[in-house]
């Protein structure tokens, strides 16, 4: 008995990754669709002749571009994972992935994976990072993406969410130049995030839960916004990079750990607040929220 899996991937000049991440999958994926936003390189070439169905959809952001995909590619399968281009499912998690799948009760709506992060070559196993709980498989029709800027999440419905025991890397092959401008990008879109908490400027999507997705992922959404977001940011930043290297053991993860977690888990964390102050200075001129949203999508040049 073999249930189907349709792979949804969202994709923009990627063409160094999207064919290892199809034939990653191919072992268990009946269908693969790729969701481009006009990819000037051939990423859709590439896509295409490793067997995906390719959808082109001007880019918004992440949350809205993948709600498209589910919403427009002519899904048939009976469970849907999603994957980043960036993204390589293992050997051994296909083959638990193929085994498993068919086995699970009605009762069961979406899997959880365990994520490991790959950086200059080196798995980064300490400073919490490993594992990393997603809900990335869910039964076609009880799932949707969080709507989001920033941090999106799968949410299910209808069931319960298990565990798979195999983990799946995230391993991105672009160098540290590409790496600091898309941090610095989402540090934009989490910043409009928070602003957005505190000022009301756009509807936000609240249904994170650990019914609905993975019970590390909604404590971590808990502890962000209810705890380390009202902290000044200066002390948040450092106490948090103090907290993975040292209390989480990163320091175990050598040299290539030491500029991640002082990268993603300091830097980034700190260019947060900076965008957060920054926004806010020139959204104290504006009276109403509404005034407040259209500053703000001018400062970020986001379709707020």
Do not use: C
């Amino acid at each position: 008995m073999k249930t189907r899996v349709a792979v949804l991937i969202l994709t923009h000049n990627e063409a160094q990754h999207i064919g290892r991440a199809i034939e990653a999958v191919s072992s268990f994926a009946s269908e693969v669709f790729v969701v481009d936003s006009f990819s000037t390189d051939n990423t859709v070439e590439i896509a295409r002749s490793k067997g995906a169905t390719v959808l082109t959809n001007p880019w918004t952001n992440y949350s809205k571009q993948f709600q498209w995909g589910l919403d427009n590619a002519p899904i048939s399968s009976d469970w849907i994972m999603r994957l980043d281009a960036d993204e390589v499912i293992e050997p051994e998690l296909a083959r638990e992935i193929a085994e498993k799948l068919p086995t699970l009760g009605s009762d069961v709506a979406g899997i959880n994976l365990k994520r490991k992060h790959i950086f200059l070559g080196r798995w980064i196993r300490h400073g919490g990072r490993y594992p990393l709980i997603l809900t990335r498989i869910w039964r076609k029709g009880q799932g949707r993406i969080e709507d989001r800027w920033m941090d999106e999440h799968i949410i299910v419905w209808g069931g319960r969410t298990v565990l798979f025991d195999n983990p799946f890397s995230d391993h991105n092959l672009n160098d540290l130049g590409f790496f600091t401008d898309k941090h610095n990008k989402y540090a934009t879109r989490e910043a409009v995030d928070v602003l957005n908490r505190r000022y009301g400027l756009f509807a936000e999507d609240q249904n994170l839960t650990s019914d609905g997705s993975s019970l590390q992922a909604s404590m971590k959404r808990f502890i962000k916004e209810r705890i380390y977001n009202r902290v000044p940011f200066p002390v948040s930043t450092l106490g948090y990079f103090l907290f993975r290297y040292i209390g989480q053991l990163g320091f175990l993860d050598g040299r290539e750990g030491l500029a991640y977690h002082f990268l993603q888990g300091y830097w980034y964390r700190f260019l947060v607040g900076s965008k957060v102050m920054e926004f806010d200075r020139v959204l104290q001129g504006s009276a109403t929220a509404e005034e407040k949203r259209l500053e703000l999508a001018k400062l970020t040049n986001l379709k707020l």
